[in-house]
T-cell receptor, first 113, second 114 residues
Framework: DTGVSQDPRHKITKRGQNVTFRCDPI?????LYWYRQTLGQGPEFLTY????????KSRLLSDRFSAERPKGSFSTLEIQRTEQGDSAMYLC???????????FGPGTRLLVL | AQSVAQPEDQVNVAEGNPLTVKCTYS??????LFWYVQYPNRGLQFLLK??????LVKGSYGFEAEFNKSQTSFHLKKPSALVSDSALYFC????????????FGSGTKLNVKP
């Protein structure tokens, strides 16, 4: 297993378009997290899944954002009607329940023009 | 509000000299503390963590961190810096018993000059 993977690594889109990102966690990890990182800042928590259940969402996650983890394995993060303020690095992390360390993927860098 | 502070945006050190990257936290309960490193265009890489026990924690690549409960600090240290240590370092805290949400500092850019 090579760790957490994310796809795509880069995405450029026009304002108003929808985008979807995918995250594949470490295979035995049942917890999955999404974070957003803007330039000069640390990652900010967006949402968290345990298996397929979305258990926590940040108020940063507006109605335009939706995340799913349908089979408790990979997850998708969709942003509808993108805005320039959505431009950021979107990071995915996973962990095994009972172990605190989160392992991060390489991120998807989004640029909204 | 829960928060983690990294007071220095940038730390410059000469290769071979000791380095310290500072972190303080304001997280309720007995938080668990972490250090991650980020190289350009890469995700965050786990370095070390403090859960309980010995206040000096040893991690990857020769890094260590000292937990100080009275000062609510968790400073990252290395006895002898390498040029390859140059990167962005993040301190993070999670509330004890709630491992779901990491609170990250804003990051410190470490520059190690030959």
């Amino acid at each position: 297993d090579t760790g957490v993977s994310q796809d795509p690594r880069h995405k450029i889109t026009k304002r108003g378009q929808n985008v979807t990102f995918r995250c594949d966690p470490i295979s035995e990890h049942n917890r999955l997290y999404w974070y957003r990182q803007t330039l000069g800042q640390g990652p900010e928590f967006l949402t968290y899944f345990q298996n397929e259940a979305q258990l926590e969402k940040s108020r940063l996650l507006s109605d335009r954002f939706s995340a799913e983890r349908p089979k408790g394995s990979f997850s998708t993060l969709e942003i509808q009607r993108t805005e320039q303020g959505d431009s950021a690095m979107y990071l995915c992390a996973s962990s095994l329940q009972g172990f605190e360390t989160q392992y991060f993927g390489p991120g998807t860098r989004l640029l909204v023009l | 509000a829960q928060s983690v502070a990294q007071p220095e945006d940038q730390v410059n050190v000469a290769e071979g000299n000791p380095l310290t990257v500072k972190c303080t936290y304001s997280v309720s309960g007995n938080p668990y503390l972490f250090w991650y490193v980020q190289y350009p265009n890469r995700g965050l890489q786990f370095l070390l963590k403090y859960i309980t026990g010995d206040n000096l924690v040893k991690g990857s690549y020769g890094f260590e961190a000292e937990f100080n409960k009275s000062q609510t600090s968790f400073h990252l240290k290395k006895p002898s810096a390498l040029v390859s240590d140059s990167a962005l370092y993040f301190c993070a805290a999670v509330k004890g018993g709630n491992f779901n949400k990491f609170y990250f500092g804003s990051g410190t850019k470490l520059n190690v000059k030959p």
